[in-house]
């Protein structure tokens, strides 16, 4: 602590003496005036991790719909991400983090359901994270700088002690947060993580742009002969689909739909063979979803993952909590694979029938065996649809593969 102290005095002095020197920059403004704007600083500094190799826009690139689109040997976008130190992978893919300031605070309780023939909805809800263990978006952004096979800083005090390498955030964090804010760490901290979190509630996180939002604005019709109108009339379906089941949260037309109602499913989802073979995880383990979150206990959550909005799936690939799977028609496919004499009993990126779930005791096999089965003008007419739900900065983005769409 005494050391954080010295490097504050230390660094005001030099804020105060270059305020009294009378050279051009006397009258410069300074580096943030907000909190938002200092945290997207922070959340693109690469001298928050310990080799200064990575930002928390490493995994989730602003430019890439905020996923993480560093490849792998093959030439693929990495199911897992890599570590600071070049060398670890995680367990789970870096998931999106455009529109995770909708979902609510980790908790037990009920929601409606809307286009659903399922009950109303009773169980685990919201928090951030695939298994839910961090309440909300500050909580989140505590995580990964202090994971030691992420950004791997060894505690919070080394975070801090970066922070008071930089002037401009010395002077920013004492302007918004109080000139005391280095006194603590635990409170400084909180303060780069309240910083990090305001910036991810900004419009840069959920501009509402696709195509599908322009539609409720008026602003873009779609053609009704054309594929993604006949995906958008199955996905928002109870008799034909149960797409809607788990992605839509609000009554038709909403206009703040996320396109996830932040339940909590194990959809029979097999192991990233390639992915535990890249983080040297031990033979027979077993990722436990839900029941990882030290706030749940009860076995049959095993295996539950939050379910993910749906907003820029088109552009978000490879797809589950493990990226398992790297085409968006293999995803309809799985899903439709549960349905009795489904016409996609073989997995189509591996040729031969789906691997079985990582977790099979707790499948949501009452909302997976609802609908109809489909065929291949089915999946070609959703993955239309789903590819409306992309926001226009990442429109260009999307798999240029000859399948027309409107």
């Known amino acids: ?205 959920a501009p509402f742009s696709s195509k599908y939002d322009r539609s409720l604005r008026g602003e873009y019709t779609y053609d009704p002969l054309s594929k993604a109108a006949q995906g958008k009339a199955l996905f928002f379906s109870q008799q034909f689909t149960a797409c809607a089941t788990c992605h839509q949260l609000n009554a038709n037309s909403s206009k703040t739909e996320t396109f996830t109602n932040y339940e909590y499913h194990n959809i029979g989802v097999p192991i990233n063979t390639a992915a535990r073979a890249l983080n040297g995880a031990e033979a027979g383990a077993i990722d436990s979803g839900l029941l990882a979150n030290n706030a749940v206990t009860d076995e049959a959550e095993k295996g539950k993952f939050k379910v993910p909005t749906l907003r820029n799936i088109a552009v978000t690939a490879p797809y589950m909590h493990n990226g398992v799977f790297r085409d968006l028609a293999t995803v309809i496919k799985f899903y439709d694979h549960f349905l009795t004499d489904s016409n996609y009993a073989i997995n189509p990126e591996t040729g031969v029938a789906w691997a079985d779930a990582e977790v099979s005791a707790t499948i949501s096999l009452t909302e997976l065996q609802d609908g109809n089965k489909m065929d291949d003008a089915d999946i070609d007419a959703m993955v239309c649809f789903l590819r409306t739900l992309t926001d226009e900065r990442y429109e260009a983005l999307i798999p240029d593969d000859g399948l027309i769409c409107d």
């Open 1 to 205: 602590m005494l050391i954080l102290k010295k490097r504050v005095i230390a660094l005001t002095c030099a804020l105060l003496l270059a305020g009294c020197g009378g050279d051009s920059n006397d009258s410069s403004e300074p580096a943030f005036t907000t909190k938002s704007a200092l945290g997207e600083a922070l959340f693109r500094d690469n001298n928050l991790s310990f080799n200064r190799t990575q930002s928390c826009a490493t995994c989730h690139s602003p430019e890439h719909a905020f996923i993480d689109p560093r490849l792998n040997a093959g030439g693929e976008v990495s199911a897992v991400s890599r570590g600071d130190d070049a060398v670890s992978f995680g367990d789970r893919n870096a998931p999106t983090a455009m529109y995770a300031a909708f979902s609510p605070l980790f908790q037990f309780g009920t929601h409606a359901r809307f286009n659903s023939q399922q009950p109303d909805y009773s169980g685990w809800l919201g928090g951030q994270f695939f298994d839910g263990r961090a309440d909300d978006l500050q909580a989140q952004a505590a995580g990964p700088l202090v994971n030691s096979i992420e950004m791997a800083m060894p505690d919070k005090a080394s975070v801090i002690d970066r922070v008071l390498a930089n002037s401009d955030y010395v002077e920013a964090f004492t302007t918004i947060y109080g000139s005391a804010i280095f006194d603590d760490v635990d409170a400084a901290y909180d303060a780069v993580t309240d910083s990090i979190a305001t910036f991810e509630k900004t419009d840069a996180f």
